[in-house]
C-alpha cells in the first residue's frame, strides 16, 4: 500500500494527496490515515513542501466534507432513506445516526475519527437544514484535528506505522485510541464550562 502510495506521490504530486482526500468517500482504494501518515512521512524526508502536503490533505478533507454537506442540502432526506435501504451503506447509516442523537452538531468533529462515518454524518447535517456557518465551524475544525494528528504520526514515526495500519486490528486500535482522546478532551472541556 505504501508503495502505491509513493508511486502515485511521484506521478502528481500534491495533487494525490487533494485528490485522494477529497474523493475518499467515491471508493479510493486508500485508506485515509495511511495517505495522511505517508504524506507526514514524505514532509518529514523534505520530499515536498511539509506545509504544502498538509494543506492539500486538509483541503482534501473539507472538500469531501462539504460535498457531502451539499449533497444533503439539495438532495435532503430522500437520498438518506434510499442509502440507508442499501445494505452497503446501512451499518454507517446506523453509526452516524446514533453519534447524532447522542452528541448533537458535535458528531461532525467525532465523526471524523470513524472511517465512512466521516463522510455520512454531514450529509445527515446538510438534509436537516443545519446553518452552513454552524456545520463549517464544527466540521473543519474536527477535520483540522484529525489530519494534524495523522499527519503528526506520520512526521513523527513514518512509513513504518503506516504499513501497520494496512493491518485492520491495528488501524482499529489507532482510531479508537484517538477519538477516545478526543471525547475526553471534549468532555473535559464541557465540564469545566458547567462549573463556570
Known sequence: MGDLILEL?????????YAALALGPFGIPVPNEVTVMTGGAI???????PW???LCIFLGLITAVTIGFAIGRVFGKRLIN??????????????????LDKYGTAALCISCFIPC????????????GTRYAKFALYAYSGAWVWTLIFYGIGRQWGYNLSQLLIVPEA???????????????FWRNRAKKSQT
Open 82 to 99: 434510499r442509502l440507508r435501504g442499501k445494505e452497503r451503506f446501512a451499518r454507517y447509516f446506523a453509526s452516524s445516526e446514533q453519534l
Open 9 to 17: 506521490v511521484d506521478q502528481y504530486g500534491y495533487t494525490f494527496f
Open 117 to 128: 462515518v466521516r463522510y455520512i454524518v454531514p450529509i445527515f447535517m446538510g438534509a436537516y
Open 171 to 185: 488501524k482499529l486500535v489507532l482510531v479508537i485510541g484517538c477519538a477516545t482522546a478526543v471525547l475526553f478532551l
Open 43 to 49: 514532509g518529514a524526508e523534505g520530499l515536498l513542501n
Open 52 to 54: 504544502l502536503v498538509y
